[in-house]
Antibody, heavy 123, light 113 residues
Framework: QVQLVQSGAEVKIPGASVKVSCQASGYTFINYHIHWLRQAPGQGLEWMAIINPSGGSTSTAQRFHGRVTMTSDTSTTTVYMDLISLSSEDTAVYYC????????????????WGQGTLVTVSS | DTVMTQSPDSLAVSLGERATINCKSS????????????LAWYQQKLGQSPKLLIF???TRESGVPDRFSGSGSGTDFTLTISSLQAEDVAVYYCQQYYTTPYTFGQGTKLEIK
């Protein structure tokens, strides 16, 4: 079955950066896009970015431009999301989620989710 | 950005009764060339990741009980739970994927009365 397993919780100071990983299994990794979303404590869901693991093309929400970098490693079926210049407003649970669009196309919804990674930014 | 607004913010329904959650988008989610509506619904139980329920506004994801149904078109949408079960207690979100950035409603908290 499809599984997305994320790295563990992180605590960072303001101005630092964080790298969250998402290891995929149970399907052909290069055939499906992966999205990154986040959820601040007690808040709703916010879409951040998408990566095509085949080739590494990305698209990022405007508000995260210049702060988010995503990479993929096909040998370990893992995608990574780097977020720089952290502030307290970046404290959130970060999720990776699979886009079910087949063979390089993207659908835009999210059919499988990682367990979430809590990133806490505090001085 | 496309703004998604859900109502109500919270809802208490008796077991076995119908629950209805509304979602309104700031622009039409119907793509004329495909005649498809770019809206999904998710369920998020406490402490868990969201779970996909519905896509294309009314297509149930595999394995989702048929008491969950989605309807609507254009800018107004509804998620209906026909007979509420205890395990349906959760926060429900609508999401548009018509255009990036993909955006969500603020969520509706569903509880048992």
């Amino acid at each position: 079955q499809v599984q997305l397993v994320q790295s563990g919780a992180e605590v960072k100071i303001p101005g630092a950066s964080v790298k969250v990983s998402c290891q995929a299994s149970g399907y052909t990794f290069i055939n499906y896009h992966i999205h990154w979303l986040r959820q601040a404590p007690g808040q709703g869901l916010e879409w951040m970015a998408i990566i095509n693991p085949s080739g590494g093309s990305t698209s990022t929400a405007q508000r995260f431009h210049g702060r988010v970098t995503m990479t993929s490693d096909t040998s370990t079926t893992t995608v990574y999301m780097d977020l720089i210049s952290l502030s307290s407003e970046d404290t959130a649970v970060y999720y990776c989620a699979r886009d079910p669009g087949w063979d390089g196309r993207r659908s835009g919804w999210f059919d499988s989710w990682g367990q979430g990674t809590l990133v806490t930014v505090s001085s | 950005d496309t703004v998604m607004t859900q109502s109500p913010d919270s809802l208490a329904v008796s077991l076995g009764e119908r629950a209805t959650i509304n979602c309104k988008s700031s622009q039409s989610l119907l793509y004329s060339s495909t005649n498809k509506t770019y809206l999904a619904w998710y369920q998020q139980k406490l402490g868990q990741s969201p779970k996909l329920l519905i896509f294309w506004a009314s297509t149930r994801e595999s394995g989702v009980p048929d008491r969950f149904s989605g309807s609507g078109s254009g800018t107004d949408f509804t998620l209906t739970i026909s007979s509420l079960q205890a395990e349906d207690v959760a926060v429900y979100y609508c999401q548009q994927y018509y255009t990036t950035p993909y955006t969500f409603g603020q969520g509706t908290k569903l509880e048992i009365k």
